[in-house]
């Protein structure tokens, strides 16, 4: 009977797993971005950084951070506000690229694996609702019989892995529509001046929202 709760359970974590993956959020909105402005390759190594920078909160918010995060306002505010700034500055980055594309002949192509991989490593790192998410979601499928913390880190690596994989779904689509729309006769400086600007609205929205969600 226990073992059939909590297989029960774990089910029912992995569906709700899924559909909170599977609903685009500021994570699925930056990747997509991404991966129109500098291809498949770069969506996918950002994915990585993502599911570190997820991970990396997941242990904190095992470890009690979140706890003190939804108790100190000053503290969560801090971290939101970094977060959004480096998207910010993300942006800016994109459009001024953007404009030197229009001033010169293209140079050079997708930023290199491990500069996509860390960035997205740092959009998902400094992003506070995503510990106070999985402080929130997490204790509803630990059994109290058993250690509180091994569950939580391995329910958080599971949620993770399936966000990777819905996120890599995204990215995927993504990257079959970026030559088409490129086929259409856009140029590559427009497309750095979308994605800059998806990039700053995106840092306005994290900076103003409020501690919701984590995707």
Known sequence: MTHYAISSTFAVFLFASLVLAVTPGPAVIYLITRTLSHGRSAGL???GGLALGNLGNAA??????????????????????????????????EIRRAGA?????????????????????WVGFLNPKTALFFAAFLPQFVDPAGSPL?????LSAVFVLIASCTDTLYVLAAGMLGPKIMGLGARPSVGRYLSGASFIALGIFVALSGPRSAK
Do not use: E, H
Request: glycine share 12%; charged share 15%.
């Open 60 to 93: 904190m918010a095992s470890l009690g951070l979140a706890a003190v995060l939804a108790i100190s306002a000053q503290a969560f505010t801090a971290v939101k506000l970094a977060g959004a700034a480096y998207l910010v500055y993300l942006g800016i980055r």
């Open 101 to 121: 594309d229009g001033r010169s002949a293209p140079r050079g192509g997708p930023p290199p694996p491990n500069k996509a991989f860390r960035d997205g490593f």
């Open 45 to 47: 190594a950002s994915i």
């Open 150 to 154: 091994a569950q939580s880190l391995t």
